[in-house]
């Protein structure tokens, strides 16, 4: 690159972090800080998921009460009072005499169903099944934001500490061009290694400038899924770094077992069962009772009792093939829900030694990267030493430095998919690791 093109890529590069500079540093006093724990707690309450899930579990309460009450007696209580006009022709007086006449009347009855063909029972084993499988699924549910939340509050903290590495690297750079320029004073080393030092600055700068935008779309994620107006800084904790030893065998086990997946797929395989079971009580005949009691009368003080009692009995012989369309769909929906079980089964089994085979990917780059981190610090002194001295070139500095810079990265983004692979077993079990 020649003196010219040089100077270019500083001028363009001064005016870009100039521009940037004033505006990203404020940005974080106004922001709020949450650590994980906070940001699961707010996601959980917030999140549109969330309140759907548990929005079904209410309704599934609903309908096991309302199972509850067919066995019980239905009761209804009415009255009224009606007032009529009358016209007639009085013999005597030769004339049409006007009138009015006003009636009372209650009544108090109630019906209890005997026997529906066990459709109650049916009813009252499905509706305990629908319940079952919305509580399973707001497990699941919830396991799947606190993912997620986790997710967003990781990336918030990479972010926050990649802008943290930007901004040493421009401590370096500026330190860099500094001893450039009193080389050059001195007549120890040439224009070129200044014009050089500063690119690296401009680079630097850059890169400040990329992280803060990275940081800023982090933090309005993470805001938004735990339902805060405004940018949130996640605080990151000293336990987020430590490295857990697991037991895959055991885990598996445990997956299979617990998994909020697995078992929502059960509680709807056993909540289409009980459907199967509602339809087959169609075919039976079902027995009621009637009683009621009414009172009727021109007069409040002269009102003359009645009752009437019921039993009935219905048996539906054919009704165009209803009832066989009905328990054929949840025929149908059963094989489909097993069928899912199975899946989810597979699928988790399957999902478990990806996130594993991650972790353990992710728990090595962790350690080769703290080591590759050191070296670079090293190394970086030592070809600063040896410019100082003039037994290295400029080159060779700044291939330290930016070195050095990419072993920060690297150590950031192993942490990061560490992190990340954890919360998806997490998920996957239904536990804390």
Partial sequence: MNSKSMYVVLASAAVVALAAGPTAIPAHAQTRSVTLDEAVTMAIQTQPGMVQARGQVRNAAASKRQVVGSW????????????NSTRRFDANTQRTVSGSSTSFSSSLSTSLVLFDGFSRLAEGRAASADLASADASLVNQQFQVILQTKQAFFNALAAEELVRVARTSIERAAEQLKISKDKLVAGQATRSDTLRSRVELANAQLQELNAETQLATAQANLARLIGVDGLIRAVGEEHLRNIVELDTTGLRQESLDRSPVIQQALAAARAADA???????????????????????????????????????????????????????????????????????????????????????????????????????????????????????????????????????????????????????????????
């Fill in 72 to 83: 019980l007696p239905d009761l209804r209580v009415s009255t009224g009072m009606s007032t």
């Fill in 275 to 433: 459907q199967v079971v509602v339809s087959r009580a169609q075919y039976f005949p079902s027995l009621s009772a009637s009683y009621s009691r009414s009172w009727a009368g021109n007069s409040l003080t002269e009102l003359n009792p009645s009752w009437s009692a019921r039993l009935s009995l219905s048996w539906p012989l054919f009704n165009r093939f209803s009832r066989e369309l009905n328990y054929t769909r949840s025929t149908v929906t059963r094989d489909a829900a097993h069928a899912q079980a199975e899946d989810a089964r597979r699928q988790v089994n399957a999902q478990l030694t990806q996130y594993l085979a991650a972790l353990e990917s992710a728990q090595t780059r962790v350690e080769i990267a703290e080591a590759s981190h050191a070296a670079a610090e090293e190394d970086l002194r030592v070809q600063r030493e040896r410019y100082r001295l003039g037994a290295a070139t400029i080159v060779e500095v700044l291939t330290s430095q930016v070195s050095l810079d990419q072993a920060e990265i690297d150590r950031i983004q192993a942490r990061l998919d560490y992190l990340v692979a954890k919360a998806q077993i997490e998920a996957l079990v239904g536990r804390e690791l």
